[in-house]
């Protein structure tokens, strides 16, 4: 995932080691709407998303 507008560096560490271990030892591939790793990327995309928008207005 390329988006990292305004995540710091020990957000963006912590994020990809979670994926991993996810990945890993997580459960097995589930559907979209409950698999924890495509939540993770949607609440990821949505904070981008977030501060891509503040930083617009201000």
Known sequence: MRDRDGLTLGYRFKWRLNWLLLTVAGPAQQADDTDPRR???RERAALV??????????
Do not use: P
């Not at 998303?49 to 201000?58: D, I």
């Open 39 to 41: 939540r993770m990327e």
């Open 49 to 58: 998303a977030q501060l891509r928008a503040e930083r617009a207005q201000g």
